[in-house]
Structure formats: C-alpha cells, structure tokens
C-alpha cells in the first residue's frame, strides 16, 4: 500500500480533522496479542515522554547536555563518528533560464559513488548594456545572497526526480533574492536508492547493521551545505533549510546537527511517539522518516537541539500522518525550550486548514519567516503561480546512458554504516580484557534498555492453561507458566521435572516453532534433564500480527530503543530462573539458538546468581544480517565473535554451522585456552 492509498482510506477523518490513527485498507483485526503488545507499547512511550528535554531544567543543564545530546543524535542515525568528507566532485550539467532565474543542474557525490542529484536556482544577473559600463557610478563587490536547502518529499516523478515536484519552492526563492538548491531524495531521486527496507521490503538486518536512509538524507544535506559554500554568491552565515513531508524530516535532521543552518522550517515533517506509536501513525511513514531511538528520547529532543535559532513549525490541521495532536505536543515543548534560553521570540508554529498537501498558505509562512530572518524583510509575501517546467529539462542525467556506472545509491544500506571489525586477542592473557570490552558495548549500546526493576507477575494453574488456545496446551508431563516481565509482555514456560541432580536444558523456540516437537526432540537428547522450554516474546501463543506494510510492531519498538529479538533475550534471561538451582544448558535452532547465545553472554552482566554452563546451536546463522536483529549489535560485532566471548567458562557445540566465519568462534576458544569446550556437530 502506497501512501497515496494510506491517505485516501484515511480521507473521511482527515476532512473532519478528528483522525487519530491513519486506517490501513487491509489491516487485520487487533488479537488478544496484538492488543497486549499495542498496550505495552503505549506504555513505554508514556515512560520515554516524561524525560522532556532530556531533564534539563536551566539554561546551564541544556547547554551542558547539547554537545553529548548531538553525539547520540548522530549516533541514532549511524553517525557517530561521522563519515570523512571526501572531495565533492560537483558537476554542473547543464544550465537554463526562466522568468529572471538561472537553473543549473548539478550532481556531487556525497561520499564517493553515492551521488546527489539536484537543481540550483539562482537570481539572474542583470545584464549591462554593452558600451554602458562607463556611464555606471564605481561599483561596489556584488553582496553575498542568503541560501536556501530545499528538501524535497515523497513526489515519484521517476527519471525526472523529485526535485522536479517542488519546483516552485526554489523559483520562489531565486526570485526574491535568494540561492536554492534543491535536491533529489535517495528513493526517489534520479539516481534511485531504497527508503522502505523495514517498511515494505523486509531488510530487518537494518536493525542490526544501524541503518536508517535518514542517515543518508541527513548527510546529503550536510554536503549540500557544503556544496552551497563552494558558491562565491552564497553568504556563509545566512543558510537555511526547509522541505515538507520527507524534506520536513530531513529539515529536522540538518538542523539538529548542522550547526551552520541558521534558520529552519520543517513542515508536515515531525510529530512525536505518542502519535508514531501509541496512535500507530508509523504505519504511515517509510523508514527515512526515523532515527533508531537508541537513548530513548522524548523526540522533540531532537529538533530542540537546533534551539534558540528561529523555527517555524509548521502543518495543517487535518494532516492523517502528522496529527495536530502531536503538533501541539512538539511546539509546547519548543516553546518551553526556547524561553528557558531567553528567546521565546524565536520558535512559531503554522496551522494552515487542510490535509497532507503542498498548499500556498505554507509556502507563505515559510517564505516570509526566511524573509524576516535572512533578509531583514518583514513585509507580506505573494506566493505566484509559476508555469511548471517540464521534468525532464531539469534533469540532470538526460537520457538513462547517462547515469553513473559507479553509483552505490541502490546499495549503499550495505556500506553507509560500516560493520564492526573485531580484532581478535593477541594472546591469552589479552582475551580478558578484549571480551569485557566488547560487553561493555553490548550492554551500554546494543541492549541499553532493560524493563524497570519492579516485581515479575508469574501464573500458573488451570486458570492459567485454560487461557491458552488448544494448539499451545502443554505437552504431557509439562507444567505450564505464564510469565509478565514487563506491562504488556507475556510468555509461556513449559516444564518437566528430570531426575534430582541432573542438569538443566532451556530450550529457546522461534516464534512459529511447535512447542510439542521442539520439546520431544530436546527431551529425547536429555531424557534426564529438567526441561524447560521458552517461547519468547511475540512467539507461539502471544505472537503479534506482522503485515508488511506496516509491519507496526517491529518497527515501533526501534522507535523505544529496542528490538523484538532484543526483548527474547531478556525474556530467556528470566527463563533460566525456573530450573532446580542447578546449571543451565541453553540449547536452540536457528536465531532462536542465537538468543540463547546472548542471554547466556549478558546473565552475568544482569544476574549473576544464573549458571549457565553449555550452549547448543543447531543450524545458526552466521551474521546478524540473517538475524536476530538487535538495534546496532553489527557495529559492535557479529555472531561468530560472540559465540566466541563465550570462552572460557562456557561450553559452545554448534551442529549444522558449516559457515567458514565459524572459525572465528573456535580460534578465540582456542585463545582462551577453552579448545576443548568447543565442539561441532
């Protein structure tokens, strides 16, 4: 479903300006599950929402916490640190004019092969007659020009790109004194990328990698502004930056980070997680639309960080993916913000009646609030109705030959955050300190988040099974337990006493696992053993619906910092807890073993009364790529080099792992002087 299709289901409440929750089509019916989790999920919002403003109070506590605030910024965006700027390559292609502008098309590359299409606008000079210039008084160095960013939304004008649907933006601007340059997005620029890896496209490794295409957005705009400063007309310390929709998200992005934007105006391009999430409006919105919320932000946090420079914030009323309610949420934040540093005058808001559309009245506001603010011009403003130019003249490759054979724009998701390179140990005695390192930053990266400590609601009993659809009974000889971590969060614990002394096996299920024949297969290999068998969270009887779009749930929690498959190990955590007090062997097939893996990793870190002293993978995946997806976890390491900081004191057997990257796993055992607790199957 595109967005169009989004937002025509959604008419009828939009027009009343009632919406509350944009209205998928197709979108199934909510399950007892799918309630449960929506449930947590607004309640975790709730949670984040009370940290306004990253609890600074003073002018002295925000200014103290801004530089660490846009560390983490750009860390959510996989920035941190950032990319180097490489030589733009800037190449004008072809220049023309219309009514006083000069346009110019133009590409640079913002890293190399990622390229950036875009068109620059420009006020014409005035021509002098020739013979005349004598008759001319002593001229004065021609005075630098305010510049404008345009970003551009969600506009699929193909080959043309979609800088050719905003076209009237930068006209305007050329033709009131200004230099614009308007550039294409990653999706839907001429040089086309992707922006619905998690949305439509099923590109889950996303997560684990630390990508997001705002990322991409967020530094083609850092280097659009570097571009601009290449230009001798462009006057350094007068650059602003706006766009609407997608360009009203990048709009907050360069102005959270790029401390030479100088004035900002996103429009329809922001709401808050209260909207996103509790209200579900992400089903709206495609992934260049998000930060992963790592630190797990209030989100007006991040375009509180532009503060106090002049922001308009602006939107219409009746808008289904950015609801007024949100809108008022962000701008009372704003406020807040901007008058504890002394500059109430300097943040507005503008509500224009209407739905999601490119509407006079906001091009009015925007281009009046630069006016006062970069051109010392407070007058009214006509917005005039300019005759489109046709698309393909404003392209910057004409013809399809022309598109650059070296672009990675398709596939630069795979290299734009760069994986995590482990050196391995030198020698034993490194292998100490080389793993509590790198458990360091799993727990202070990868799995920040943990629930609140308060008291865990366990029940059991016929109650307890009688709730459970048929198809999830216990086996016999099994007890039953339902299990409530969290608000919202539950999961079942099947368990069969073994022989008093013998070890304990956690069996760990995938969410579409038969509980029935997982157990039957373990119990047979540990006929002994007390068996106690996990579905974690979003799994078996609690599994949550998954559409794709919108893929809500997944997707939301990326938005609180968290991953389902992160969740899981947690949840196999407090698993292990319901043995006899004897060690714990964690056993799993494919991700599912994995998660056991890391529960087994990060007890310690949580728990330290926990032994767990085997784990069992049958069938693992080699890469995080292929899952589970934990937010980031491959800028860290990946699944070989944490199977591997299982040494010393775990026993690691992997059957079915012919992946030679597996080798990694062994040697670092072998370096821990643990060889022979590793095995293979």
């Known amino acids: 479903m595109t967005r169009r299709d989004l937002l025509r289901a959604s008419a009828a409440l939009a027009a009343s300006g009632r919406v509350r929750l944009p209205v998928l089509a197709d979108e199934p019916k909510l399950t007892p599950a799918d309630e449960r989790i929506h449930k947590y999920l607004a309640a975790e919002v709730e949670r984040i929402g009370k940290n306004v403003l990253a609890g600074a109070t003073t002018k002295a506590e925000w200014e103290a916490k801004r530089p660490e ?12 640190p950032p990319p180097e700027k490489t030589p733009l390559k800037a190449t004008v292609t072809g220049t023309r004019e219309a009514g006083g502008v000069t346009i110019e098309t133009l590409h640079f590359q913002s890293r190399p092969g990622l390229y950036v299409t875009g068109n620059l606008y420009r006020p014409r000079p005035r021509r002098v007659p020739p013979g005349s210039e004598d008759l001319d008084p002593p001229r004065r160095p021609a005075r630098k020009l305010p510049a404008v960013l345009y970003l551009c939304g969600h506009a699929n004008k193909g080959r043309d790109g979609n800088k050719t649907a905003y076209q009237d933006h930068p006209r305007w601007f050329a033709s009131n004194g200004y230099v614009c340059l308007a550039i294409d997005t990653l999706q839907l620029g001429e040089v086309a990328g992707k922006h619905h890896g998690t949305y439509t496209l099923g590109r889950w490794w996303w997560h684990s990698r630390g990508y997001t295409p705002a990322g991409v957005e967020y530094w083609n705009a850092v280097r659009a502004v570097d571009y601009l400063l290449t230009r001798p007309e462009v006057d350094p310390d007068r650059i602003g930056v706006t766009g609407r929709s997608g360009g009203g998200a990048g709009t907050v992005w360069a102005a959270a980070a790029d401390d030479r934007v100088q004035v900002a105006v996103p429009v329809s391009g922001m709401s808050d997680l209260e909207d996103y ?55 009372a934040r704003l406020r807040r913000l901007y008058a504890l540093l002394g500059k109430p005058e300097l943040v507005d808001e503008f509500v224009t009646p209407g739905g999601h559309e490119d509407g006079p009245a906001l091009k009015a506001a925007a281009f009046g609030f630069f006016n006062r603010h970069l051109q010392g011009d407070a007058g009214p403003v006509a917005v005039p109705r300019y005759e489109p130019i046709e698309g393909k003249l404003l392209r910057v490759f004409p013809e399809d030959k022309d598109l650059p054979a070296d672009a990675i724009n398709a596939t630069v998701d795979e290299v734009f955050v760069p994986a995590a390179a482990v050196k391995p140990p030198t020698d034993a005695t490194d292998f100490p300190a080389r793993k509590a390192g790198l458990v360091k930053q799993l727990t202070e990266k990868v799995f920040r988040y943990l629930p609140p400590a308060t008291a865990m609601d366990i029940k059991s009993g016929r109650e307890a099974e009688a709730r459970l659809p048929e198809a999830f009974r216990p086996p016999a000889e099994f007890t039953y337990r339902e299990v409530h971590p969290e608000l919202g969060i539950e999961f079942p614990v099947y368990s069969r006493w073994g022989r008093a002394g013998v070890q304990n096996t956690l069996v760990v299920l995938n969410p579409d696992d038969d509980h029935a024949k997982v157990a039957a297969f373990w119990g047979n290999r540990y006929p002994d053993d007390t068996l106690i068998v996990v579905y974690p969270r979003g799994g078996g009887p609690n599994k949550w619906s998954r559409k794709s779009p919108p893929n809500t749930v997944e997707r939301s929690l990326a938005l609180l910092g968290q991953t389902a498959d992160a969740g899981r190990v947690w949840d196999v955590a407090i698993g292990t807890c319901f043995g006899i007090g004897l060690p714990v062997r964690v056993v799993g097939r494919g991700p599912a073993g994995v998660i056991g893996a890391y529960a087994a990793l990060l007890v310690p870190t949580w728990n330290d009364k926990v032994p767990i002293n085997e784990v069992v993978l049958v069938d693992p995946p080699a890469s995080h790529k292929d899952g589970p997806h934990f937010l980031g976890v491959q800028r860290v390491l990946d699944i070989p080099d944490a199977l591997g900081l299982l040494a010393p004191g775990v026993t690691l057997t992997l059957e079915g792992a012919k992946d030679p990257a597996f080798a990694r796993t062994e040697a670092l055992y072998k370096l821990a002087g643990a060889g022979t607790k590793f095995k293979r199957g």
């Open 69 to 80: 605030l846009r560390r983490q910024f750009l860390d959510m965006l996989g920035l941190d």
């Open 277 to 331: 999430v509790s209200s579900r409006v992400i089903n709206g919105h495609c992934d260049c639309m998000f930060a992963y919320n790592l630190y797990r932000w209030e989100w007006a946090t991040i375009l509180a960080l532009f503060a106090p420079k002049p922001l308009l914030f602006a939107n219409s009323d009746a808008d289904p993916i950015f609801p007024m309610g949100g809108n008022r949420r962000v701008v």
